[in-house]
């Protein structure tokens, strides 16, 4: 027989795209992971940090959560669920519910927990003693049904204030390092999967637009290279593209569950499926501890693609672009976007370009500025007052938005007074078409 893991990371729960609330998308990915579940019966499934997209998340993106914890517990009552926290996320909010969610094989480490040592050294008898990790806190043994047993590494993302060393990439090898040997030595016949949250070094990240959180100086970057009693495997969170860590065969970024932002569009998502130990009939093949892990990745789909047009360097024309246009962005239904929209950015050097269409409710709008890593909004519904009144009002939204600063139409939407401003479209007459803004013609403050 052989244990199965499921292993993912970084999904970033309550993320807002460009304003654009992601729960929707979120909801998406955990139903296909429940029916991955469902099919693989995984022994375990570990979840390697930014649970949340912030801190403080919402109640929406709380209960999003507790209902997939709910479903996975119902769907597979033997699975082992691991949870760490990720730099995202509030370790001690986290860890909030551990004792209720631990009833229901649902264990979470977000804090490293530290017990006092009395004094026995002659260094401790200036402070009567020194403080040293509870490593026994972040061994987690995991069964399966036929007494099989492996042994999870649960390290959340660790910060200074718990790593205290000189170099925090040395304080983090020696905590990870020690905490190994602490469970090899505690179970020396078992398998050790770490799984962890960090920047590692030579790490692929976006040169542009990069959404993860690196510290400038690379001072957080924590170099695995000449580790030779390493974990069996190690998974990691915290860098968004799915790839090896650098210098290693044992370790792997599971990457993001989402792109989470444009310059991640061409990146692949899912999960890891890993199996240890040997399917029968395959014993002779099994030998040595490299073999006996193996990682298969389950690839998973966004519901929401990301795009930028055009794709290539071309040189539009404003018809040309008028073309691109109407072809390739969704139509609405019934006022709404169907659940098939994509995520689309405008690559035009120099103006701002507004995309609308009109239908009975309202307009559907894409407002880009030049910058590619920020768009000016995505998707929003107006209540029109009168075509000709309604695009004219958008216009005067959108440059005073931009003039401002904020980048957002709902800011300009609020503002008491709104400045008369002279504005170029095309189809002028038409309930679609293309505004072209010149920067000449953006306001500046006070005018």
């Known amino acids: 027989m052989s244990m199965k893991i499921l292993a993912t990371s970084d999904w970033h729960l309550g993320n807002l795209f460009h304003g654009n ?32 997209d912030n801190g403080n998340p919402s109640a929406a993106a709380q209960t999003v959560y507790y209902e997939f914890l709910a479903d996975a517990t119902q769907l597979c009552p033997n699975m082992q669920v691991i949870i760490t926290a990720g730099n995202h996320d ?21 804090n490293v927990r530290k017990i006092w040592q009395q004094g026995e050294s002659e260094e401790d008898d200036k402070t009567g003693g ?3 990790y509870s490593f026994d806190d972040l061994i987690i043994p995991v069964t399966n049904e036929e007494g099989e047993e492996v042994i999870i590494l649960a390290v959340p993302f660790l910060r200074s204030d718990v790593v205290q060393n000189a170099s925090y990439s040395q304080g983090v090898n020696d905590f990870l390092r020690e905490l190994t040997a602490e469970a090899r030595k505690k179970y020396p016949d078992r398998k050790c999967i770490m799984m962890a949250h960090m920047y590692a070094k030579g790490s692929d990240i976006a040169r542009k637009d990069a959404s993860e959180k690196i510290i400038i100086g690379g001072q957080e970057e924590v170099d695995l290279e000449g580790w030779n009693d390493h974990p069996d495997y190690m998974t990691c969170g915290h860098i968004h593209k799915r790839q090896h860590i650098w210098n290693t065969d044992w370790a792997r970024y599971t990457g993001s569950i989402l792109p989470m932002s ?22 002779e093949d099994c030998k040595g501890k490299n073999k006996e892990v193996k990682v ?11 795009r930028i047009l055009p794709e290539d360097e071309e040189e539009l024309t404003f018809k040309k672009w008028q073309k691109l246009i109407n072809s390739e962005l969704s139509e609405r239904t019934d006022g709404e976007l169907n659940d098939h929209f994509d995520y689309v950015m405008l690559n035009k050097e120099g103006e701002y370009i507004v995309v609308y269409s009109y239908d009975a409710t309202g307009v ?6 030049n910058d590619l890593a920020e768009p000016v909004k995505m998707y929003i519904v ?33 503002s008491a007074s709104t400045p008369e401003i002279k504005f170029k479209t095309m189809r002028d007459e038409t309930k679609e078409g293309l505004m072209k803004i010149t920067l000449t013609d953006i306001p500046t403050q006070g005018e």
């Not at 509030?90 to 977000?110: C, D, F, K």
């Not at 298969?296 to 990301?306: A, C, N, R």
């Not at 107006?382 to 931009?402: H, M, N, Q, S, W």
């Open 21 to 52: 609330d992601r729960l929707p998308e979120h909801k998406h990915f955990l139903k296909w992971l429940l029916e991955q579940i469902a099919e693989q019966k995984p022994d375990a499934l570990l979840i390697a940090g930014d649970i949340f």
């Open 296 to 306: 298969e990745f389950l690839e998973y789909k966004p519901q929401h693609s990301l």
């Open 382 to 414: 107006f209540e029109p007052d009168t075509l000709k009144g309604e695009k004219k009002r958008l216009c005067i939204e959108v440059y005073k938005a931009i003039a401002d600063g904020n980048l957002t139409i709902e800011t300009a939407r609020d």
């Open 262 to 283: 444009f310059a991640e569009k061409d990146y692949t998502h899912g999960i890891d499926l890993i199996t240890i130990g040997c399917d029968k009939g395959e014993k």
């Open 364 to 369: 559907q709008v894409l407002a880009l500025n």
């Open 90 to 110: 509030s370790a001690s909010r986290l860890e909030a519910p551990r004792p209720l969610l631990t009833r229901y094989h649902v264990e979470i480490r977000g």
């Open 130 to 132: 020194h403080w040293l």
